[in-house]
């Protein structure tokens, strides 16, 4: 084995993205990659050109554009030590971003031979296909829905960045409610946060709903059934002073979108039994309750067909396209 391809496997094994690994894993992926040397305001990649490659930053970063189709320009910074332009790769699609490296940035290029080395790690194509699909939805358009009583909200999907935006908010959730959601008097802890914000897309999917702010009002989510594919468990949150005036039940019908694309067919749902709010919504789409424990009961609902979901066309449609776009984009 040459020393250069040791020094560098070793390398690798450092970065996060290889935190399953061992520097031997590497020893192929490391043989078939290029060094990567950019100045600042260096153009790494181009959105809407043919991808033969990716990136590994070890230093710097990189400032990644995106123009969607209505126009509007979102971007994100990737930090050292992650991949660019695996969705590209993935999708077998042209650049998605276009990706420029924000002052000096070292790292590794590699081209197709490396990239199918590069899936046969141990468990980066999962973490590949996880993070391409919160990128995707990063760079989606949150879409405006307005209350009854003309507050302007938007709607779009869950985010690892939801995290802060939750703890540093100005939406109230009060202990009540947080008890209501999580049955259970503790705190959010690390772990659950980071459950609850870097979803999949696939198996949990979860809405956010943000005021003009980007503070969040509330959200919902389904966590697929691992015995079966077709059915989910659900549940949902919404801040004090949101509550009562149509925030769960918009929630609630863009769920019932997101599951459409994703094939559930159903919904199961496990609360207090005194969180009247969230049985009052359930309740509409045939909720029959049952006693599961002392102060918890249980029901199943089927999803309603698309045609039923009582949202404007429009607003229908544009919620199946965002959830398309994060679901299917990778399927």
């Known amino acids: 084995m040459a020393e ?9 094994s450092q970065l996060s993205v290889f935190a399953d690994c061992f520097p031997a894993d590497l020893y192929p992926l490391a043989a078939l990659l290029e060094p990567l040397n950019a100045d ?29 189709t209505d126009g509007q320009i979102v971007h994100m910074t990737v930090e050292a030590g992650q991949i660019i ?29 490396a990239f ?14 996880r993070t391409a699909r ?7 358009t949150p879409i405006p829905f307005h209350l ?13 960045g939801d995290s802060a935006r939750a703890e540093r908010g100005t939406v109230e959730f009060s202990p009540e409610t947080v008890f209501r959601r ?25 809405w956010v709903l943000c005021d003009l702010e980007d503070g969040m009002v509330g959200d919902v989510r389904f966590v697929r059934d691992e015995n079966d594919r077709t059915a989910a468990e659900i549940a949902f949150i919404v801040g004090d002073e949101y509550q009562g005036r149509g925030v769960g039940s918009f929630l609630m019908k863009a769920l019932m979108l997101a599951a459409s694309v994703a094939g559930i067919e159903k919904f199961t749902a496990r609360v207090l039994s005194d969180n009247l709010p969230m049985r009052a919504i359930l309740d ?18 089927e999803v309603q067909e698309v045609r039923e979901v009582r949202l404007p066309a429009d607003l229908k449609d544009r919620i199946r396209d965002a959830a398309r776009q994060v679901y299917g984009a990778l399927s």
């Open 116 to 129: 199918d080395a590069l899936i046969e790690l141990p468990g980066v194509l999962a973490m590949l296909v």
């Open 85 to 113: 332009g695996e969705i590209a790769l993935l999708r077998r699609a042209p650049r998605v971003a276009t990706v420029v490296a924000d002052g000096p940035v070292t790292g590794w290029v590699g081209r197709d031979d």
């Open 134 to 140: 919160q990128r995707m939805a990063a760079f989606l």
């Open 148 to 160: 009854a009583d003309g507050t302007e909200l938007f709607l779009r999907p869950v985010l690892p």
């Open 182 to 206: 999580f049955m259970s008097p503790r705190g959010m802890s690390p772990s659950l946060m980071r459950y609850l914000f870097e979803v999949d897309y696939v198996n949990h999917f979860a």
């Open 40 to 68: 600042g305001g260096a153009v790494l990649m181009r959105q809407g050109e043919t991808a033969h490659s990716f990136l590994i930053i070890a230093t710097g970063s990189a400032l990644v554009e995106r123009v969607n």
């Open 284 to 301: 509409k789409y045939g909720a029959k309750w049952e006693r599961e424990d002392i102060g918890v009961v249980t029901t199943v609902i």
């Open 4 to 12: 250069w391809i040791t020094a560098r496997a070793a390398e690798l």
